[in-house]
């Protein structure tokens, strides 16, 4: 999903009320509106009375539901894999509206309501208002990326010819805001601090659909020392699932009036915040495609926002899919971050994606200015505490994958 900037109708409209049953780890319940916040004890994000209506409603409808999830519960989790297996059964008849990129497998068609789809325009103006109203824009994305009513510049378009263009949008319609990916955000960061180009006209940099690390954060504040950054988690299964907090942006608030939130260990059980587990949403609205207990493929941890302003729980830590993360030969998962960080800041790396193809095996694409194969063998071996078995590919570039996004890391165990 593109994000929120620019004009579009509902911006400035009435923030919607906010009611969310969050459930304690003792099994009870409390209602919160207004400005409660996500406390220690939460393990859930949940509305028992909505979560109750949507499966009651996939269960009389949708005859894949009807036999998923037995009479009474427990509602098991409806995995990528089952859902890609069963796409047909679960769309039940009803028009496709959306796809996903197939960037984990098979794509998954996606049909959604128009009243579903006004919910997201609705959250859009609720975090517009957070950030103080909207910008003008440019949208550098993939094409078929929804972008409201704003022209698209296609992620592929050469970065110099990025530049002219922000540059003359900011001329002639006062553009002063940008959306992109991360990974785009930093080729466009290199050339204008490469060519000492002033950037200082942009006031936000919106950064979607990758995750993010701290040193990127770093180079977009050298290169757009004016803006404001920002990003948003969101799938097109389900639209938007958190925002960034605008006052304490380590923290991404759960848009949890129309979903459910779990986060789960490797036992199914909750984690307790702080701890990175998987996530599991439930969609409350889209009664024409129901997602229930859908493990969406991510990890992420629950957090508690301290900006005190917005009444909404949180996330933290949010790190993108697990197939981005890499297997230690124990089995237990090792988030890409710290290994991305000593890979990007080996003298001469231009560019690099790690590819796990077996617990033991990774296949390590490099694009550099010069050999490195003694340091990232040294970078694994700080990370993972032995050094895997390393077939290092020397590339002129790594080509984004067809949605547009770039992915540094993939596990294929």
């Not at 995995?79 to 990129?101: E, K, M, P």
């Not at 959604?112 to 910008?135: N, V, Y």
């Not at 977009?220 to 907090?245: D, H, K, L």
């Not at 990175?276 to 229930?292: E, K, Q, S, W």
């Amino acid at each position: 999903m593109a994000g929120p900037e620019g004009g579009e109708k509902g911006v400035g409209a009435e923030t919607p009320k906010i009611e969310i049953r969050l459930c304690r780890a003792a099994g009870n319940s409390a209602w919160l509106s207004g400005c409660t916040a996500l406390q220690s004890s939460f393990l859930k994000v949940l509305d028992q009375e909505k979560f109750d209506r949507i499966v009651r409603h996939a269960r009389q409808t949708n005859p894949f539901y009807r036999d998923f999830i037995p009479q009474g519960g427990p509602v098991p989790l409806l995995t990528r894999a089952i859902l890609q297996a069963n796409n047909d059964a679960i769309l039940n008849g009803h028009a496709v509206t959306a796809r996903t990129s197939g960037s984990t497998g098979t794509p998954v068609r996606i049909a959604s309501t128009p009243e579903r789809a006004r919910m997201e325009h609705s959250d859009t103006a609720l975090f517009l208002d957070w950030m103080g109203g909207p910008l003008p824009r440019t949208s550098i994305i993939h094409p078929r990326s929804p972008a409201g009513a704003d022209p698209i510049v296609p992620v592929l378009t050469p970065v110099a010819e990025q530049i002219a263009i922000l540059q003359e949008n900011h001329r002639t319609k006062g553009a002063t805001a940008i959306i992109t990916y991360p990974s785009n955000a930093v080729l466009l960061s290199e050339a204008i601090l490469g060519a000492n180009l002033d950037f200082r006209f942009i006031r936000r940099l919106g950064l979607i659909s990758e995750s993010i690390d701290p040193g990127q954060q770093a180079l977009f504040r050298r290169a757009f020392p004016s803006a404001v950054q920002w990003s948003s988690y969101s799938a097109m299964e389900v639209g938007v699932i958190t925002y960034q907090c605008p006052h304490e942006p380590e923290f991404h608030h759960v848009m949890g009036h129309k979903l459910a939130v779990e986060i789960l260990d490797e036992t199914g059980a909750d984690c307790p915040p702080g701890r990175i587990g998987r996530i599991v949403l439930t969609d409350y609205y889209n009664t024409a495609m129901p997602f229930i207990r859908y493990e969406i493929g991510d990890l992420a941890a629950f957090g508690h926002c301290p900006c005190g302003k917005i009444p909404l729980p949180a996330l933290r830590d949010i790190l993108g899919k697990v197939r981005g993360c890499l297997r230690h030969r124990d089995g237990r998962l090792v988030p890409f971050i710290d290994l991305s960080v000593a890979l990007r800041d080996l003298p001469g790396m231009r560019q690099y994606q790690v590819i796990q193809e077996q617990l033991d095996f990774f296949t390590v694409k490099v694009a550099s200015t010069r050999p490195l194969a003694a340091e990232i063998a040294a970078a694994f071996e700080a990370e993972f505490g032995y050094t895997p078995h390393l077939e290092i590919q020397p590339v002129a570039s790594i080509e984004r994958d067809p949605s547009g996004k770039f992915y540094a890391s993939i596990c294929r165990v």
